[in-house]
């Protein structure tokens, strides 16, 4: 089974609102990403957390990392069209080195 | 520098043809992973390999698929007497170590479609 799961499946927001997406896994892990995949495209690397990591931020990205809920939350600020995406959380077990991702948040910005 | 390089880009193949597709890893990469993007899922490991070594298999369908990493060229997965359920994206990703911190950068993809 999928080792990540995004929470919600979809989300449709106004351009300049703020938008959280969840991620949830199962297992220890060394480290967890979020990447951002366009209709159609390939995978862009958007951040990487550590497990003994709570918090990064990459400009208008911040994301939250809690091992003891094995879970992780990505917020996307004051959106614009262009963040509109499926973005897939993808974990990396301990002692391992594939990705295991979710099913990933589809995500709508309205202009 | 240039990313992961896949092609074809896109493939289509009728039942019970052959699938070839090519990945050619950063330079400097030495690690490449194969996976499978079903349509409206996520991304499913399939294979991990090094320089003419296949270390990882476990997510390779029993039948039917191989993947190789020769010394010189690309990787390449070949998909043997395709099936219309094997329509995917297919993606490369490459690693310059075996470092379970080091991110996997994310070639373009494959989209091969079985008719």
């Known amino acids: 089974s999928q080792q990540g799961e995004e929470d919600p499946q979809a989300l449709s927001i106004q351009e300049g609102e703020n938008a959280t997406m969840n991620c949830s896994y199962k297992?220890?892990?060394?480290?967890l990403q979020w990447y951002r995949q366009n209709s159609g495209r390939g995978l862009v690397h958007l951040i990487l957390?550590?497990?003994?990591?709570r918090e990064k931020h990459s400009g208008r990205l911040r994301v939250t990392l809690d091992t003891s809920k094995k879970s992780s939350s990505l917020l996307i600020t004051a959106s614009r069209a262009a963040d509109t995406a499926s973005y897939f959380c993808a974990t990396v077990a301990r002692n391992d080195y594939k990705l295991s991702f979710g099913a990933g948040t589809t995500v709508t910005v309205r202009a | 520098n240039a990313g992961v390089m896949q092609n074809p880009r896109h493939l289509v193949r009728r039942r019970g043809q052959e699938a070839r597709l090519r990945c050619s890893p950063m330079?400097?990469?030495?690690?490449v992973y194969w996976y499978r993007q079903l349509p409206e899922e996520g991304l499913k490991f399939m294979v991990y390999?090094?320089?003419?070594?296949?270390?990882?298999e476990s997510g390779m369908p029993k039948e039917r698929f191989s993947a190789e990493f020769p010394k010189e060229g690309p990787s390449i997965l070949r998909i043997q007497q395709v099936v219309r359920g094997d329509s995917a994206a297919y993606f490369c990703?490459?690693?310059?170590?075996?470092?379970?911190?080091?991110?996997?950068?994310f070639g373009p993809g494959t989209r091969l479609t079985v008719t």
């Open positions: 957390i550590r497990s003994n990591e």
């Open positions: 990703a490459s690693s310059p170590r075996r470092d379970t911190s080091y991110e996997q950068y």
């Open positions: 390999l090094q320089k003419e070594n296949i270390i990882d």
């Open positions: 297992t220890s892990i060394n480290n």
């Open positions: 330079k400097g990469h030495s690690h």
